[in-house]
């Protein structure tokens, strides 16, 4: 999620703290650099010239040049306005009654996965969505919502077999919502290629029909300069309140993100960042500030980890380790839990300074699979006494998980490492707190299983340079 951009800012920022003092030259010096890498990132060329303009103003402010770290301070504006054009705080849902919600979009941005994915959010708010087959056009679009409805125990409401005119069957689906009594509905449309004009009418009659408390624009966020025409075009024809954005976790540019919010005015209400359906989070444009300035996002992190810890399942934990008693099922265990955190890049991305690690080798989640299937090719009685993995199991092992002897060998020593450090009190909270700014993780009975070190080849992570101390927000 905006790699690229991530990493050139870092570096311009990283000259700019280095400075004792700041001059004009310096500040229209970075300015160029960073107008460069927004362009580069696919931000509207509009976009990015107001916010370097907002940025230089105040940055060449007097206070900014006699502040006793100008460096920092210039980040902090950078930040400031930046959340600015992001939005200001997490947009909600219109939950007024009737709720309705029109998804739409250009082909192939993912509206009828994003359209399972909010009914997925919404059941776990507590709410009964109803998901509406529109898509006429591609092929099997309506099975896929059909499928991804019956996986989530939605109600789907699907055309007649056959039918061709959207407008009919639009009256038929909300005939059908008449049925269904109480919900939030959400009308999943066909996508428009290239903004054809006729489909944008036909999409109109819909809106004008369904009359949705919410229409939102599903978009790539790969869709690179072409972001402004298609944002401008959607909000001209069907009067757009939010964007959802897809696909932030495979794109190393996201310029579309910025470009369609300042163009529309509209919130970016969700991002998609993974494929399953469990993978939408609420949009926090201040998170997603700190995330493109490779802050970090903890906030985001935590909140994640709490919504799928099991607490008698975490104090356990705790206690097993308390007694030291931490075995391969207890590793398996924070394996798994992980892996329902959603992929390990994304992850990274959220640890402040952690985002380096991206890419190197064996700090991926294939590394993983092979460290879960080398435990699951253990027997019962070897997991919950490593102890007798002698030289003749660990052979057995190899030929059972299909990774040579090396690897079991090394899992084994970080394995014994990791116990070690559990025995440490001290260790374990040290690393909790160099992880998470001193708290230590999550508060309550459990807390943040550690990252499992069979994910770093040699036992050891690779290093990562000195850890940022500079940046404060507040000055």
């Not at 010096?29 to 931000?43: S, Y």
């Not at 950078?78 to 219109?94: P, R």
């Not at 959207?166 to 290629?193: K, M, N, S, Y």
Request: charged share 25%; hydrophobic share 40%; with cysteine.
């Amino acid at each position: 999620m905006f790699s690229a951009l991530t990493d050139k800012l870092e570096d311009t920022f990283r000259k700019l703290r280095g400075l004792g003092k700041i001059s004009e030259s310096n500040v229209s010096d970075a300015m160029r650099e960073i107008r460069l890498a927004l362009l580069e990132a696919d931000v509207d060329f509009k976009v990015t010239k107001d916010l370097i303009e907002a940025v230089k103003q105040r940055a060449l402010g007097e206070e900014v040049l006699k502040t006793v770290t100008p460096g920092q301070q210039i980040v902090k504006i950078f930040h400031d306005e930046l959340a600015k054009i992001l939005g200001d705080g997490a947009s909600e849902l219109d939950q007024t009654v009737p709720q309705r919600i029109l998804m739409v979009g250009l082909n192939g941005a993912g509206k009828t996965t994003t359209s399972a994915k909010l009914a997925s959010w919404l059941k776990k708010q507590g709410k009964r969505p109803l998901l509406i087959a529109l898509d006429l056009y591609r092929p099997a679009a309506v099975t896929q919502l059909q499928v991804l409805g019956q996986q989530l125990s939605v109600p789907v409401c699907v055309p007649a077999a056959g039918e061709t005119d959207v407008v009919r069957a639009t009256r038929a689906a909300l005939a059908w919502l008449e049925q269904q009594g109480p919900g939030v509905a959400i009308f999943d449309t066909a996508g428009r290629q290239e903004l054809d004009e006729a489909l944008l009418i036909e999409l109109k009659k819909v809106r004008d029909l369904v009359q949705p408390k919410e229409t939102l624009l599903v978009a790539d966020a790969a869709t690179g300069q072409q972001a402004v025409s298609v944002a401008s075009k959607f909000h001209e024809t069907v009067t757009i309140t939010g964007l959802i954005m897809t696909k932030l976790d495979g794109d190393a540019r996201g310029g579309a993100l910025l470009s369609m919010r300042q163009v529309t005015g509209c919130p970016v209400k969700f991002i998609g960042v993974g494929e399953k359906v469990d993978q939408l989070e609420v949009f926090h444009p201040d998170r997603m500030a700190q995330r493109i300035l490779g802050m970090g996002d903890v906030v985001s992190l935590v909140e994640k980890a709490a919504q799928e810890i099991d607490e008698k399942e975490a104090m356990n934990m705790m206690r097993r380790l308390e007694e030291n008693k931490f075995d391969f099922n207890d590793f398996l265990g924070q394996l798994r839990f992980m892996k329902k955190l959603g992929p390990l890049e994304g992850l990274m991305g959220m640890i402040p300074g952690m985002n380096k690690l991206k890419g190197m080798p064996g700090v991926d989640d294939k590394r993983m699979k092979h460290v879960e299937a080398i435990v699951l090719s253990m027997t019962p009685k070897e997991r919950s006494k490593p102890e007798i993995i002698n030289g003749s199991r660990r052979k057995r092992i190899s030929k059972g998980c299909g990774r040579p002897v090396v690897e079991i060998n090394q899992l084994m020593k970080q394995f014994e490492m990791m116990r070690s450090l559990m025995r440490n009190k001290g260790a374990m909270a040290q690393m909790a707190g160099g992880l998470f700014g001193g708290g230590g993780g999550m508060g309550g009975g459990g807390g943040m299983p550690q990252l499992p070190k069979g994910m770093f080849p040699g036992g050891k992570m690779p290093k990562m340079g000195k850890a940022k101390r500079g940046f404060r927000l507040g000055g």
